[in-house]
């Protein structure tokens, strides 16, 4: 889908996804309390009032943002019930046109990632075909190294799919392994900095193997990265560094990047990454300058994320 | 789980887990066509044919083998159906007795481990409690650093659960990142091999800290570690190093580990890991030596197995 993506950021000028990670503390007292009487105090109840959020927030934006991006922790809290609401969400989404990520941070060893690629390529059963999972592209986890990607570069090597590698993440403590500086194994002691990389730059050189097939008509490959916000000198870095790697972008707004911070995250052309925001549009409602409803509210944020982003293209 | 883990391997003389990883494959064609025809060519015929097939399985091995450990990737291949396979599988290997590892290798910043370490705690909604998952225990994955791994100490605290931090896997790929000989960044350059670590001792290093204040009585951390059978040096290594890691070790069997491999893994009372077979076990009836029905021979499979484990104790 790298081409797909990148064609509908330039038709929508708009470089930002949604993130679609509800708690019950986001969902307005009506909503939560609507879903409590008719369900009781259960997870079924609380997928209802995930997907009511959802929806009223999707048919307020899937005109003006490319994609959505749930992430599937904030679902698999409330066991089956919750998967459910994650799956009717990808579906939702997916109806109204959006681009899904999945936000699942898969990995592990060959065998078992070949499973988890079912979330891209879908499986087949005596003969018959079924995707159940309606996601564009997925994010992975690389600590397993490469033997734990190739199942998901041969799921999506025939497809309009992508996967988005975890590099450099958002959080405070990703430095205390991501940044760690390697050499390979069996290296002699001397070792000077010029032949020492941090981890993230490690992975990000696999990543680029991992998807150097898989390029499409822009330059971008299949196989992208996600590299957090909050690390501006580390994105411009990495974009210089990996021309081919379209960046997938967690850490703006309520986790403290800005828009001035992204600006070497994009290249010449204003291409390369796309930017998401969670709370600071899904629960927009709640800020006194924004204000109610749900839907309203987050098409506001949105349009008023956009605005910042188009502005240091 | 840490005590009653340990407890329950001594009662049984048996330090293995038996993983619960179906594939279509696996099934033998009578288990196969009965699901299929039942439920016609869907996921929900495979849900239904991988629970008859575990559940057959557990009745065969409850009382000889301290664990299982369901691999989730196998059923969330199948979307929501197989998720309530594994809900159903770790449900009823509950009420069997077994301790239940689930096999999940989750990941992620604060906020969003925060809502996958439910897998653990549970939910609670509008002042009612859940356990929704069943799992004694869960892997997860380092990559993220100290910030995604405190919300799961924080849940396992007070409960009688516990967590396997991946240090080193498996898979031959392991080596590409796990095996990286890393210096904290910002080091300058001339440092001698005597500060550079692979990264899986790094992690293993992170892994004691997060569990430092949850030892149980035999000296063993609630928070453990992921050591491959197929790497017997690292094992050892790792096992005299960090006395206080209980590990789950894969990789034996089907992947290529023998008995013999393992001895550097258990510390001088024997104590100190549990061996996964997944594959070797629940497939054994496949062998010609072993032969039909698939629960008898899981049961001769891990009777074997806990004969091998046991000489090299």
Same mark, same amino acid.
């Given at each position: 889908?790298?081409?797909?993506?990148?064609?509908?950021?330039?038709?929508?000028?708009?470089?930002?996804?949604?993130?679609?990670?509800?708690?019950?503390?986001?969902?307005?007292?009506?909503?939560?309390?609507?879903?409590?009487?008719?369900?009781?105090?259960?997870?079924?109840?609380?997928?209802?009032? &995930?997907?009511?959020?959802? $929806?009223?927030?999707?048919?307020?934006?899937?005109?003006?943002?490319?994609? *959505?991006?749930?992430? /599937?922790?904030?679902?698999?809290?409330?066991?089956?019930?919750g998967v459910r609401a994650y799956l009717e969400t990808t579906e939702?989404?997916?109806?109204?046109?959006?681009?899904?990520?999945?936000?699942?941070?898969?990995?592990?060893?060959?065998?078992?990632?070949?499973?988890?690629?079912?979330?891209?390529?879908?499986?087949? /059963?005596?003969?018959?075909?079924?995707?159940?999972?309606?996601?564009? !592209? #997925?994010?992975?986890?690389?600590?397993?190294?490469?033997?734990? #990607?190739?199942? &998901?570069?041969?799921?999506?090597?025939?497809l309009d799919k992508m996967i988005f590698v975890l590099v450099k993440?958002?959080?405070?403590?990703?430095?205390?392994?991501?940044?760690?500086?390697?050499? +390979? !194994?069996?290296?002699?002691?001397?070792?000077?900095?010029?032949?020492?990389?941090?981890?993230?730059?490690?992975?990000?050189?696999?990543?680029?193997?991992?998807?150097?097939?898989?390029?499409?008509?822009?330059?971008?490959?299949?196989?992208?990265?996600?590299?957090? +916000?909050?690390?501006?000198?580390?994105?411009?870095?990495?974009?210089?560094?990996?021309?081919?790697?379209?960046?997938? *972008?967690?850490?703006?707004?309520?986790?403290?990047?800005?828009?001035?911070?992204?600006?070497?995250?994009?290249? $010449?052309?204003? $291409?390369?990454?796309?930017?998401?925001?969670? $709370?600071?549009? #899904?629960?927009?409602?709640?800020?006194?300058?924004?204000?109610?409803?749900?839907?309203?509210?987050?098409?506001?944020?949105?349009?008023?994320?956009?605005?910042?982003?188009?502005?240091?293209?």
């Amino acid at each position: 889908m790298i081409d797909r993506l990148i064609e509908k950021i330039e038709e929508l000028k708009n470089p930002s996804v949604v993130g679609l990670d509800p708690t019950i503390e986001m969902i307005p007292d009506v909503m939560r309390e609507a879903a409590i009487s008719e369900y009781g105090p259960t997870a079924q109840a609380v997928a209802e009032m &995930f997907l009511r959020f959802n $929806r009223e927030i999707i048919d307020c934006i899937y005109d003006i943002v490319p994609a *959505v991006k749930p992430q /599937i922790a904030m679902y698999e809290k409330y066991g089956l019930h919750g998967v459910r609401a994650y799956l009717e969400t990808t579906e939702y989404a997916t109806s109204k046109g959006l681009l899904v990520i999945g936000d699942v941070k898969r990995g592990d060893i060959s065998s078992t990632a070949e499973a988890y690629a079912g979330h891209l390529s879908g499986v087949e /059963i005596d003969g018959v075909k079924y995707d159940l999972w309606n996601e564009d !592209a #997925i994010t992975v986890n690389p600590y397993l190294g490469t033997d734990g #990607i190739l199942p &998901f570069t041969e799921a999506i090597k025939d497809l309009d799919k992508m996967i988005f590698v975890l590099v450099k993440t958002s959080n405070p403590s990703s430095s205390e392994i991501q940044d760690l500086l390697a050499v +390979a !194994a069996g290296s002699s002691s001397g070792e000077t900095d010029e032949n020492a990389d941090p981890i993230y730059v490690k992975v990000a050189k696999l990543t680029q193997m991992w998807g150097s097939e898989l390029i499409g008509s822009y330059g971008f490959s299949k196989v992208g990265a996600v590299v957090g +916000a909050t690390h501006p000198a580390v994105g411009q870095h990495l974009r210089a560094l990996f021309p081919q790697l379209f960046f997938l *972008v967690p850490g703006y707004g309520a986790q403290g990047a800005s828009a001035e911070d992204l600006r070497g995250f994009f290249d $010449r052309h204003g $291409r390369g990454c796309i930017v998401n925001s969670s $709370r600071g549009i #899904i629960a927009a409602w709640k800020k006194e300058s924004i204000g109610f409803p749900v839907g309203d509210a987050a098409r506001k944020a949105a349009l008023q994320m956009q605005e910042e982003l188009t502005k240091v293209l």
